[in-house]
């Protein structure tokens, strides 16, 4: 079993950043895949990003691809999202996610390879 917690959401202009933080309790963390979802109101949730158990593999969405980065430490547990020149389309909420990897080079897009999810953080950027 994985426990996964999200923070660092808030309220942002256009153009600002933020950085969301996934802390993961459990099993070995380096075994897993780890990607960020969102969901806008009214919308169906959405791939963001997602790096494999050893970090050196990394995919985003064409919409995070050059502004959004992410990255993990396992040796402290956590997942980040660096979030640049945020714009409102990015409001939503954002949920982290893991699945156990096979090979320490997965990555996985798509959210029903995704065993473990977090309740999720807001982000709203206004205009």
């Known amino acids: 079993q994985v426990q996964l917690v999200e923070s660092g959401g808030g309220l942002v202009h256009a153009g600002g950043s933020l950085r969301l933080f996934c802390a993961a309790s459990g099993r070995v963390f380096s075994s897993y895949a780890m990607g960020w979802f969102r969901q806008a109101p009214g919308k169906e949730r959405e791939f963001v990003s997602t790096i494999s158990g050893s970090g050196r593999s990394a995919r985003y969405a064409n919409s995070a691809e050059g502004r959004f980065t992410i990255s993990r430490d396992n040796a402290k547990n956590a997942l980040y999202l660096q979030m640049n020149s945020l714009k409102p389309e990015d409001t939503a909420v954002y949920y982290c996610?893991?699945?156990?990897?096979?090979?320490?080079?997965?990555?996985?897009?798509?959210?029903?390879?995704?065993?473990?999810w977090g309740q999720g953080t807001q982000v709203t950027v206004s205009s």
């Open positions: 996610a893991a699945v156990f990897a096979l090979a320490p080079e997965l990555t996985f897009t798509g959210e029903f390879s995704y065993d473990y």
